[in-house]
Nanobody, 121 residues
């Protein structure tokens, strides 16, 4: 059974930090690219950060989080992370973990249930 379980969300004040974790099971984690998306109330889900299956120094970040967020993965622990520093109220959203793999024309995609991040004073 495929599972992606996010944790680490919570309520923090502006300028503080959080680290989200995404624990994966039921599939070959190291073969999948991992991403973090977020969805704020009334807005569409947006891609925040992504990392290739083998890890990379050229990870993707949305412009709104560049320099503040860092995505990483530990293939031995089947876990992806999102370190979020200097949090802003506009970072408030439900954060989702995503795993994707492309095999020819096929896309294999899994989602976590989401974890709430609230940044407020």
């Amino acid at each position: 059974q495929v599972q992606l379980v996010e944790s680490g969300g919570g309520l923090v004040q502006p300028g503080e930090s959080l680290r989200l974790s995404c624990a994966a099971s039921g599939f070959t984690f190291s073969s999948y690219a991992m991403s973090w998306y977020r969805q704020a109330p009334g807005k569409e889900r947006e891609l925040v950060a992504a990392i290739a299956s083998a890890g990379s120094s050229t990870n993707y970040y949305a412009d709104s989080v560049k320099g503040r967020f860092t995505i990483s993965r530990d293939n031995d622990k089947n876990t992806a992370y999102l370190q979020m520093n200097s949090l802003k109220p506009e970072d408030t959203a439900v954060y989702y973990c995503n795993a994707e793999r492309w095999v020819g024309a096929l896309t294999f995609r899994y989602w976590g249930q989401g974890t709430q991040v609230t940044v407020s004073s």
